[in-house]
């Protein structure tokens, strides 16, 4: 299982770009990088996936170098309703592979 | 189209007692994943199914089981509670294009919170 490490915590304003940085040396060639918002009390919900290079969909884009051992989740022009939790998933299955770490807790100010 | 539905939202239970969680997934998705969540531990994986097969489980003891039926809908039961497995419990349906691989998202019910008491 390739590990993931985020940053605990974030804070933003509002109106301005965030990005959050996963760290994934161990990632395996058939691995993809996954990343799910959670807002309190309810389930993750899927942001954006991708395989290598630049993934960009109308939520968020996501940058992953040629290395890929890291992954880079942008967020452009962050809202109050950005506040959540965000995280980071590597794997190439569900179930047992599809493991959550702690997450990065996003605070956007006014 | 409907998304993934888990019953009951609330429950409180008292220890020792047992308890029977609800998920309807998507309509289509054949895998079903549970995952526990607590302040203190995060989301943890509980088990899988597909096509009524447990094909993976998460490091819990035995009072956790689960099941899927034939129409994919999947149930959990949790025997003998503990405080301690006072809870978010969630429910991921995914549509695997091939054997659960990841290159499909998954979808999250909005979780049965479960007290004992």
């Known amino acids: 299982l390739a590990k993931t490490t985020q940053p605990i915590s974030m804070d933003s304003y509002e109106g301005q770009e965030v990005n959050i940085t996963c760290s994934h040396n161990?990632?395996?060639?058939?691995?993809?990088i996954t990343w799910y918002q959670q807002f309190p009390s309810q389930g993750p919900r899927f942001i954006i996936q991708?395989?290598?290079t630049k993934v960009t969909n109308e939520v968020a884009s996501l940058f992953i170098p040629a290395d890929r051992k890291s992954s880079t989740l942008s967020l452009p022009r962050v809202s109050l309703s950005d506040t959540a939790v965000y995280y980071c998933?590597?794997?190439?299955?569900?179930?047992?592979?599809?493991?959550f770490g702690p997450g990065t807790r996003l605070s956007v100010l006014p | 189209k409907a998304g993934v539905t888990q019953t009951p939202r609330y429950l409180i239970k008292t220890r020792g007692q047992q308890v029977t969680l609800s998920c309807s997934p998507i309509?289509?998705?054949?895998?079903v994943s549970w995952y526990q969540q607590t302040p203190g531990q995060g989301l943890q994986f509980l088990f899988e199914?597909?096509?009524?097969?447990?094909?993976n489980k998460g490091n819990f003891p035995g009072r956790f089981s689960g099941r899927q039926f034939s129409n994919s809908r999947s149930e959990m039961n949790v025997s003998t509670l503990e405080l301690g497995d006072s809870a978010l419990y969630l429910c991921?349906?995914?549509?695997?294009?091939?054997?659960?691989?990841?290159?499909?998202?998954?979808?999250f019910g909005q979780g049965t919170r479960l007290t004992v008491v």
């Open positions: 309509s289509g998705h054949r895998s």
């Open positions: 991921a349906s995914s549509s695997p294009t091939r054997q659960g691989l990841m290159n499909t998202e998954a979808f």
């Open positions: 998933l590597v794997g190439q299955n569900y179930g047992q592979n599809f493991v």
């Open positions: 991708g395989y290598k």
């Open positions: 161990n990632i395996a060639t058939n691995d993809y």
């Open positions: 199914y597909f096509s009524e097969t447990q094909r």
